[in-house]
Structure formats: C-alpha cells, structure tokens
Nanobody
Framework: QVQLVESGGGSVQAGGSLGLSCAASGDIFTNGCMGWFRQALGKERERVSMFAPSSGRPYYADFVEGRATTTRDTAKNMLYLQIDNVQPEDTAIYYC???????????????WGQGTQVTVS
C-alpha cells in the first residue's frame, strides 16, 4: 500500500520561500518516480518537479527553473520541495505524486497525497 502525506505550505509573502515535505510509504519511493504537482484555482494540474530514481537527478518545470529545489532523503522516505522568490502566481494546491514511470501528465501517476494549499500574497 502506497501512501503519500504532504506537509508544509500555508501563507507566504511574495519574494519569500516555500517549503513542502512528502512522507512516502511503500516501495514506490525507491522503485518509482516521485514528483510535485500543483493546481491553481480554475487551472489544470501541472507538474512542478520530478525525481527519477534511475537518473538520481531532479527535473523542473520551466516556470520554477532556477527557483526550485527538489531533494529526497532515502533513509526517511521523504521528498522535499523548496521554491524561492515565490510570486502570487505560485498560489495553488501542491500535491506529492508517485508512479511507476516518469511522465508529464498527472493521469500517469497512480498515487497522490491529499494536497496542501500554498497562498502567496
């Protein structure tokens, strides 16, 4: 059974940083692809970052490139996301997701956390 639980988020001032954590259970952490997605009100869910175990390197969407850092702690089965210099357009519900392969489309990810709201003002 795979479970993903996000924490962090909340209200952040523009120009500041946000930090999110995702606790993962099950073998997906070491054998699957894990990533962060976000969904703003009225918009489609979009991938923010991804961590593929095969490459060991994170991928970032263009809109956070240079501002985001995704790291993982394999000993704790934790995935982290930090975004610096956040702007109001970063306001969204952020989700941790995992799947057996690394894809752009949210529909390809079988496991999701409950989501955590981030509001930038």
């Amino acid at each position: 059974q795979v479970q993903l639980v996000e924490s962090g988020g909340g209200s952040v001032q523009a120009g500041g940083s946000l930090g999110l954590s995702c606790a993962a259970s099950g073998d997906i952490f070491t054998n699957g692809c894990m990533g962060w997605f976000r969904q703003a009100l009225g918009k489609e869910r979009e991938r923010v970052s991804m961590f593929a175990p095969s490459s060991g390197r994170p991928y970032y969407a263009d809109f956070v490139e240079g501002r985001a850092t995704t790291t993982r702690d394999t000993a704790k089965n934790m995935l982290y996301l930090q975004i610096d210099n956040v702007q109001p357009e970063d306001t969204a519900i952020y989700y941790c997701a995992a799947g057996r392969g690394c894809y752009t489309a949210p529909s390809k990810y079988a496991y999701w956390g409950q989501g955590t709201q981030v509001t930038v003002s």
